[in-house]
């Protein structure tokens, strides 16, 4: 009976050795993918043969959960992005930690890919790990051009309060310095219709921070456009 029961856990053992095993390879295939390879590295010549060749899921994800298509936004590159793209990838596909192309587009300010995105359409109720939308990041870390290319898709939701509680707005002035590029942003929001009197969650408005930063240029705006 003890030999029987010695036997049966080596079994257990060995199968779930086995099993890990089999998972590891299917994580080794999965980043060695032709196509994921090809667009990490840029290379425009091996994705035109790959989808030339048809029946390929441009889906395919690594063990991080990134497409070809965000592998080639993390970098960057806009051939090959422009090549997924228009080869019908999708640009709402999220990775492990929600980063979609177009999320990450925003957020890194590439504004060209992002633009390819925009004419797929994109889904605007796909957010980020902390709710948010392409806009916010990019209000936040000065992406100016980035801005105004979201700004010019009037049924974009310029609004949308993230998990923080905080809108692009509220970003542009709560993460930055106060500095020409955010003054430039906070000026675009307002012009494209903003709503400037959005709170926090501790119900502390975009011009009372701007204020208690001394963001004089800001506050200057915010007043002009009836905030309070």
């Given amino acids: 009976m003890k030999l029987f029961k010695v036997y049966l856990g080596v079994l257990m053992l060995l199968n779930v ?13 999965s980043d060695q993918h032709p196509l994921l390879r090809a667009a990490r590295n840029n290379d425009i010549e091996k994705i035109n043969v ?25 970098q960057n590159h806009l051939q090959a992005a422009k090549l997924l793209i228009e080869a019908g990838a999708n640009v709402n596909t999220q990775d492990q930690i929600q980063d979609s192309p177009f999320l990450l587009a925003g957020a890194r300010g590439y504004t060209e890919i992002l633009r390819l995105c925009f004419e797929a359409n994109p889904d605007y109720t796909v957010f980020n790990r902390y709710g ?73 408005t975009p011009l009372t921070l701007a204020k208690s930063r001394g963001y004089d240029k800001i506050t200057e705006i915010l007043q002009k456009a009836g905030a309070k």
Avoid: Y
Wanted: aromatic content about 2%; hydrophobic content about 40%; overall charge negative.
């Fill in 132 to 204: 948010g939308t392409a806009l916010i990041p990019a209000c936040e870390r000065g992406h100016v051009e980035t801005v105004k290319e979201i700004l010019l898709h009037k049924d974009f939701p310029i609004d949308h309060v993230n998990k923080l509680g905080w809108t692009a707005l509220m970003e542009a002035i709560l993460l930055s310095d106060g500095g020409p590029k955010h003054v430039q942003i906070v000026q675009m929001l307002v012009d494209a219709g903003c709503d400037v009197n959005i709170p926090d969650h501790d119900g502390i």
């Fill in 17 to 29: 050795a086995c099993t890990g095993n089999t998972q590891q390879l299917t994580f080794m295939k």
């Fill in 50 to 74: 790959l989808l030339a060749q048809g029946n390929l899921d441009l889906e395919t994800k690594n063990t991080g959960g990134k497409t070809a298509l965000l592998l080639a936004t993390e």
